[in-house]
């Protein structure tokens, strides 16, 4: 799966409840990017990110850049809503609802582009109610 085809998949996901452009999509992926990266450890970000397009592997080291930039540790313990809090910060939204709507369309497509094994690697990183939250998306 292509960048093009990812974002698309994304704003078609999205479309039920929000409409975005694709730049303000792609900045959704990336928030979503962002918290993600936060809670697996370098190893399984590069393996998980392995199966994506460049483009998208871009974004995910841009977002990594960004967190360790401001100070964050490499690995930092998230639970589910601070996982959401995070994409709400980073995506500017009005509303954790909408963190949690995005999210789980950005995970969605990303079942679509990884591995199933790989995506259960990524989970198992996961503590038991983003776990299942993720697991569920």
Known sequence: MN????????????????????DRTERM???VFFALSARLTPDEGEQFI???PTELKA?????????LGQGE???VKLSKDQF??????EGHLASSADAEFIARCVIHVLKEAISPGEMEDAVAQLPSDLKAWVSAA
Do not use: C, P
């Open 59 to 67: 974004l995910w080291y841009h977002e990594v850049a960004t967190r």
């Open 73 to 75: 540790k490499a690995i």
């Open 3 to 22: 960048k093009v085809t990812f974002v698309r998949k994304v704003q078609d996901a999205l479309e039920k409840r929000i409409n975005l452009d694709r």
């Open 50 to 52: 392995a199966q994506l």
């Open 29 to 31: 992926i990336g928030a």
């Open 84 to 89: 959401l809090e995070k994409i709400q910060t």
